[in-house]
């Protein structure tokens, strides 16, 4: 099974701030890497596809980068309703593979 | 508007089985490829099955290989996990997960259920 390695594990930061998380691929999944957000007891929402790919509705400061093994997601100006918890998905194959989570704080 | 309604969660023994099943609607089931998902108590995300649009690939995590089976059944519109065998690391909220690409079983969830508690327990 593919492994994804995801860091930092926790991260405190300030609003307005720039942050980065990443993801990396125990082997080459192309661009089939997904970025979640998930709030406190709320189900996880999908806010990149295939790498790059913004969602309809998801506010621009979010951004994805990467290809093959290694993943970025960028928050470009961190505001108050960012805090929470992201997870990277690797989609490209069975079985699928999230990371291991970053809790984003305060 | 797409809606997931996961049910058949609660209380079970350690080497019981349980059923859960997952109600789409607002999509066109038969294109899309289904997945579930679950979260241990304060712990992160766990992809457990996923099933293509015609059933032809299926695929389990190594955690739940030979104890769980997916399924999905068109005319009602709902996938379904057997889970056999339970273990108490099997405690978690399951969550049901919908494919975003028409036909393809790669691809991002695009849209989530509330999740259905399973709680194995002596």
């Known amino acids: 099974a593919i492994q994804m390695t995801q860091s930092p594990s926790s991260l405190s930061a300030s609003v307005g701030d720039r942050v980065t998380i990443t993801c990396r691929a125990s082997?080459?999944?192309?661009?089939?890497l997904a970025w979640y957000q998930q709030k406190p007891g709320k189900a996880p929402k999908l806010l990149i596809s295939a790498a790059s790919t913004l969602q309809s509705g998801v506010p621009s400061r979010f951004s994805g980068s990467g290809s093959g093994t290694d993943f970025v997601l960028t928050i470009s100006s961190l505001q108050p309703d960012d805090f929470a918890a992201y997870f990277c998905?690797?989609?490209?194959?069975?079985?699928?593979?999230f990371g291991q989570g970053t809790h984003l704080e305060i | 508007e797409v809606q997931l309604v996961e049910s058949g969660g609660g209380l079970v023994q350690p080497g019981r089985s349980l059923r859960l099943s997952c109600v789409a609607s607002?999509?066109?089931?038969?294109?899309?490829?289904m997945h579930w998902v679950r979260q241990a108590p304060g712990k992160g995300l766990e992809w457990v099955s996923g099933i293509s649009w015609m059933r032809t690939l299926i695929g389990y995590a190594d955690s739940v290989k030979g104890r769980f089976t997916i399924s999905r059944d068109k005319a009602e519109n709902s996938i379904y996990l057997q889970m056999n065998s339970l273990r108490t690391e099997d405690t978690a909220l399951y969550y049901c997960?919908?494919?975003?690409?028409?036909?393809?079983?790669?691809?991002?969830?695009?849209?989530w259920g509330q999740g259905t508690l399973v709680t194995v327990s002596s």
């Open positions: 082997q080459d999944i192309r661009k089939d």
């Open positions: 607002g999509f066109k089931f038969d294109d899309y490829a």
């Open positions: 998905l690797q989609d490209s194959n069975f079985p699928n593979t």
């Open positions: 997960a919908k494919g975003s690409r028409i036909g393809l079983v790669k691809g991002a969830y695009d849209y």
